[in-house]
T-cell receptor, first 110, second 114 residues
């Protein structure tokens, strides 16, 4: 059974701080990793995807992947109240299916 | 990101009736369509996967005769909830996928069965 684990939170950070969201996965064969943001009552929105070990930066977001440790993280720099949402980690499985974690609630306090 | 539409965005129906949800990928060809369901405060649960022109593959525990999926073209897929019951009330989200691994989500359809 492929699993993706996330701390449910909530993770509270002050405005302007760095928010660090973590995710571990069980299937060593996973190749693709995704971070989605989901606002309450809305569908998920793709923020980042990463395929290779190391860091990938896009604006205020940085995804970090360590396949040896089966660990992927998302850093949000200069956090804003508008970043408050649930962040879903997803890992590809068989047939392009995504396996989702339960999500981490992020609260950015102004 | 890709542009995906779903219709209707919300629907209320009576128990025993059927509801059809349309999902359109507006700017790319969806060779694969994933349908998800999300209950309040829970994560996404994959219901079924369909490839254009083929029958859908359903996840364990999802009744294929209750949730009818049609993926007749590369830009349109439909999910029909037949004989809906209150326990089918949920947020239904389609997710088209093209030739890469990225998945984009439709805006979702909130179904309430009374």
């Amino acid at each position: 059974q492929k699993e993706v684990e996330q701390n449910s939170g909530p993770l509270s950070v002050p405005e302007g701080a760095i928010a660090s969201l973590n995710c571990t996965y069980s299937d060593r064969g996973s190749q693709s990793f995704f971070w989605y943001r989901q606002y309450s009552g809305k569908s998920p929105e793709l923020i980042m995807f990463i395929y290779s070990n190391g860091d990938k930066e896009d604006g205020r977001f940085t995804a970090q992947l360590n396949k040896a440790s089966q660990y992927v993280s998302l850093l949000i720099r200069d956090s804003q109240p508008s970043d408050s949402a649930t962040y879903l980690c997803a890992v590809n499985g068989y047939g392009n299916k995504l396996v989702f974690g339960a999500g981490t609630i992020l609260r950015v306090k102004s | 990101g890709a542009v995906v539409s779903q219709h209707p965005s919300w629907v209320i129906c009576k128990s025993g009736t059927s509801v059809k949800i349309e999902c359109r990928s507006l700017d790319f060809q969806a060779t694969t369509m994933f349908w998800y369901r999300q209950f309040p405060k829970q994560s996404l649960m994959l219901m079924a996967t369909s490839n254009e022109g083929s029958k859908a593959t359903y996840e364990q525990g999802v009744e294929k005769d209750k949730f009818l999926i049609n993926h007749a073209s590369l830009t349109l897929s439909t999910l029909t909830v037949t004989s809906a019951h209150p326990e089918d009330s949920s947020f239904y989200i389609c997710s088209p996928s093209g030739t890469d691994y990225e998945q984009y989500f439709g805006p979702g359809t909130r179904l309430t069965v009374t």
